[in-house]
């Protein structure tokens, strides 16, 4: 039977579909083809699953061709890159107006969300709280160059129907932001009800504090189906190259004018960047956390295994020109 992935814990999953809504658990032959992996499922994952009688336990046999996901480099030391969210149309990259208010760590949500072929949209939340929400979110609106910006107070209904059409019906979105921002407060106002559990702010953070990581799909009465996800604690590029890129596309476009091609943007005669610092129309932080980034990712790319690397890109090539074949022979003529 088909099904859909509406929330993981680790080694169980809750899937949906006609049957209604089961635990499921991996085949044995998915657990050693996957091994939690970016091929082990995901929230939004389609998968197909075979159940094993009334109310038991499903299994889910194999994991169908993501039309995308939304990736990040696995916590820890690990390197392996792991899915957050699969088959997503929008991501809604939230951040709070607040002490949390942070552009940097949505420039690293940016460059994510293009590199997973996730169109993303930003929302300024809390701005019942906030007394300097313009300045705040011209700020913010440097750093999303075309991308949507959206102020809004989950707690208050605050700008809520100006963004709801964002909510096309049949699309899944995806929230993304740190814990504290208002994702389940904004998934409770949507869904009209009280299914996500708000989270007090936490007195004791210690490290050792067993913190849920489940992620839930819930379905909106608007038609479209939310992703929160719940637990996203930091969130470290995976193989990010063109997302940087695109979510730096002004700093690329002057490093394309300086006089030098190789230009490091130090101190080089005739360096756009350099000119564009100096008239403020460049932010100094930005071009430090592209310096930063793009570090990470240099680092990145030496540890991951070549070998993986090219075979996933060819994985990538092949399932796109089987897509393509697939829409030619639909086309009628
Ligand atoms: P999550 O971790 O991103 O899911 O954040 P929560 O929804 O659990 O919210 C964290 C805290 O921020 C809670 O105390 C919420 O009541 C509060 N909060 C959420 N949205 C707003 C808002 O729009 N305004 C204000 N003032 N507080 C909010
Ligand atoms: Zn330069």
Known sequence: MPARVVSQQR???????AFGERLAEASGKLRLAADEGAEWPAVGDWVSVELRGAGGVA????????????????PGKKVEEQVIAANVDTALVMSALDGDF????VERYLAQCWESGVRPVLILNKADVCENTRGLEAEMRRVALATPVFVISARTGQGIEEFKPLFVPGNTIVLLGSSG??????TNRLLGQSLQKVKGV???????????????LFDLPCGALLIDTPGLRELQLWDAEEGLTRAFADINLLAAQCRFNDCRHQAEPGCAVQAALCTGTLDLARLENHRKLSREQAFLRQKIDPEARSEQ??????LTREAREIY????PD
Do not use: C, M, Y
Request: aromatic share 6%; proline share 2%; hydrophobic share 25%.
């Open 313 to 318: 890109k060819q994985r990538i090539k092949r």
């Open 59 to 74: 299994v889910i046999r194999t994991v169908l061709s993501r039309r995308n996901r939304f990736i990040r480099k696995s």
């Open 102 to 105: 942070n552009p940097r760590r």
């Open 328 to 331: 030619r022979h639909k086309r």
């Open 202 to 216: 936490r007195a004791n953070d210690s490290r050792g504090q067993h913190t849920t990581t489940a992620r839930e």
């Open 181 to 186: 921002v208002g994702k389940s407060t904004l």
């Open 11 to 17: 080694k169980f999953w809750r899937v949906a579909g």
